[in-house]
């Protein structure tokens, strides 16, 4: 399966000019500001005219070799043309002056290590980052995805749920977590980040996948897993009770109780099923998974949206029949949507 993941960097910010002109009977040329020259520049970066932006970006640091603005642009321009050399060199400029887009050059400059096949170097940059800016969820997830290609999976998991604390509608932050869990065999949480980023994004490529990988984790049949060696002593069991009862809800679905049900009015009540079965498990567990995603869902079960979600969820199929029962229960997403916003987590 191609995971269908990347580096996210900062986007621009166009910066609105307001100026006036004065005329006392003649006109005169009045030479651009710094920043009119650098919005210049990034309107041409938009159109795609990377050498453009940067001819203007250099006039700005001939000037100011020091402008972290400037230095912040010209290095995005670099990296879009693929000038990683050119990228770090502005990324460390911008880092240097410890001024404004520091944490936006961490994060540049991590992605560009990434891409010259260094991800150690990556990992180091995102870490400093992190150490300044603990509250940018993109340094988070960024570490995260570069650990998770170097199959460092509790530096993966770790990093994604402290920026899921700091963003917690950041769906590829949930993805990624949903599919580091399916591969270290740990289906109901892979299910339970899957659902989450599910919620966010439902109807992308990336949904296909997601809702294909947690339909899959109700199945007994796993592939693709790998065992990860936990240390002596450690706490291995906490969803060992749900686990087991992912195997009793899918051979509940072939009982004479269900047998005229459809697919998707099983799929919900296993959802709803699991859900309140993880919340009644959590008087005995904490810690980020049990007060994070548990309460969410159990929650989201007890007042009656269970339906709505899964239907909600699985709109990547693009079946009629999911399509046709979200038109004829508007009201219930709309009770869910008022419910999911007014959640605090």
Do not use: C
Request: without cysteine; hydrophobic residues 35%; aromatic residues 14%.
């Amino acid at each position: 399966m191609k995971y269908l993941f990347y580096h996210t960097t900062p986007g621009k910010y166009i910066i609105a000019l307001i100026f006036s002109l004065a005329f006392t009977g003649f006109s005169f040329a009045q030479s651009k500001t710094v920043s009119e020259q650098i919005t210049d520049g990034i309107h041409l970066h938009d159109k795609g005219d990377y050498a453009g932006a940067i001819a203007l970006y250099k006039k700005v640091l001939k000037q100011n070799s020091r402008n972290s603005q400037a230095n912040y642009e010209i290095a995005s321009s670099y990296f879009a043309m693929k000038d990683y050399e050119n990228t770090i060199k502005h990324s460390n400029a911008v880092i240097a002056a410890n001024g404004d887009y520091v944490d936006q050059a961490y994060i540049l400059k991590g992605s560009t290590q990434d891409l010259q096949a260094k991800p150690e170097e990556a990992v180091k940059t995102y870490k400093a980052g992190i150490s300044k800016f603990p509250k940018n969820y993109l340094l988070y997830y960024n570490l995260a995805l570069t650990s998770f290609n170097l199959k460092e999976f509790k530096d993966t998991d770790e990093a994604l749920m402290k920026g899921l604390r700091v963003n917690p509608a950041h769906a590829s932050s949930h993805l990624l977590l949903g599919y580091s869990m399916n591969l270290q065999g740990n289906r109901v949480k892979s299910i339970l980040a899957l659902s989450n980023f599910l919620l966010l994004e439902p109807a992308s490529a990336r949904s296909a996948q997601g809702i294909a990988m947690l339909e899959e984790n109700f199945k007994n049949e796993k592939s693709n897993t790998i065992k990860i060696k936990s240390a002596p002593g450690s706490k291995t069991d906490e969803f060992s009770t749900a686990e087991l009862m992912l195997a009793l809800l899918e051979s509940s679905n072939s009982s004479e109780l269900n047998k005229n049900k459809s697919t998707y009015e099983l799929f919900a009540g296993n959802m709803k099923s699991l859900f309140t079965i993880l919340g009644e498990l959590k008087d005995k567990n904490k810690g980020f998974w049990w007060d994070f995603y548990v309460d969410f869902f159990y929650s989201l079960a007890n007042e009656n949206h269970s339906d709505a979600f899964s239907y909600y969820i699985t709109q990547s199929k693009k079946d009629n029949v999911i399509l046709k029962w979200l038109d004829d229960n508007k009201d219930k997403y709309k009770e869910m949507s008022d419910w999911y916003t007014a959640f605090k987590r």
